[in-house]
């Protein structure tokens, strides 16, 4: 079902051009109701040839196009550049920003006469719809704002409103920075494997899909992720002794540690 909603989008980076590519191929919205800006960095332009999107080559010529969702997909550090050229302008249009680290308030303060505001923290696996987005309103929406909203969000893969603003920080930590985690694990079971002795090839080769694979199992079952730990491990085998090692150096408190830090970062970086 196509929507009679316009979409604005400042920034055509990867996670943009995903969520672009994935509304237009679900149907939710017809290509000349979209429309894209960007730094002179060409990728508005590599966006908008690959998608049939509009283009515009300046935030005034963007607001000309009058979008009801002006979608933030730039660096962060950009916003007070782009908050100084919308000074002079009212914009009334709905704001979601998908920048790391910036607040409601500092949203609010840029666009004083937005509809709505909303802040989200999308992940990687959204560039090939797998991701998970946690989202929170400025204001409590209305009906037609949170359908809009979740529209675009979930284009990305799934998504889910907050409870507060804090839980972006808490997610920031878990699902923004989790697929890092994953790729480290990884390279390190790839080095452990070429260090006791398989080739190059062969170790990459079994560390990555041994990843993927067991991703899929674990997407693809009801069974909580202990359960098929232990579908793993025999009595005395090697996957025990294995996990043995790893309970002596306490991964757990390993990642418990990397996620506070992460979430300690997004909180410092909300606040700067």
């Known amino acids: 079902m196509v929507n009679d909603s316009k ?34 960095d060409g990728t508005s332009e590599r966006l908008s040839k690959a998608t049939g999107i509009l283009r515009a080559n300046s935030i005034p010529e963007l ?16 916003l007070a550049e782009i908050a ?29 006469d937005a509809q709505n505001v909303i802040r989200s923290m999308p992940n990687t696996p959204g560039q090939i719809g797998e991701g998970i987005t946690g989202f929170v309103f400025l204001n409590s ?30 997610i920031t930590a878990i699902s923004g920075s989790g697929p890092a985690y994953l790729f480290e694990f990884t390279c390190a079971l790839e080095c452990a494997a070429k260090e006791i002795g398989l080739p190059e090839k062969l170790a ?3 560390a990555l899909q041994t990843i993927t694979g067991a991703s899929k ?31 002596k150096n306490n991964l757990r408190k390993i990642v418990l540690d990397a996620v506070e830090a992460a979430k300690a970062r997004s909180i410092e970086l909300s606040n700067a």
């Open 84 to 112: 100084s050229v919308f000074s002079d302008k009212k914009v009334e249009s709905i704001v979601l920003s998908i920048m790391a680290g910036i607040t409601l308030g500092r949203l609010s303060d840029s666009f004083p």
């Open 63 to 78: 607001l000309a196009f009058e979008p009801d969702v002006l979608t933030l997909g730039c660096k962060p550090q950009q």
């Open 141 to 170: 929406p209305n009906q037609l704002e949170y359908q809009i909203v979740t529209n675009i969000l979930s284009s990305l893969g799934e998504s889910f409103e907050l409870n507060s603003e804090e839980d972006i920080d808490r």
């Open 217 to 247: 199992l674990l997407a693809n079952t009801d069974l909580h992720p202990e359960e098929l730990r232990s579908q793993v491990t025999s009595p005395n085998g090697t996957t025990q002794a294995a996990l043995e090692s790893l309970e």
């Open 204 to 206: 990459n080769k079994f």
């Open 7 to 40: 979409l604005a989008f400042i920034g055509a980076g990867k996670m943009v051009s995903a969520m672009v590519s994935s509304l237009l191929r679900l149907g939710s919205f017809k290509p000349e109701d979209l429309i894209c800006c960007s730094a002179n």
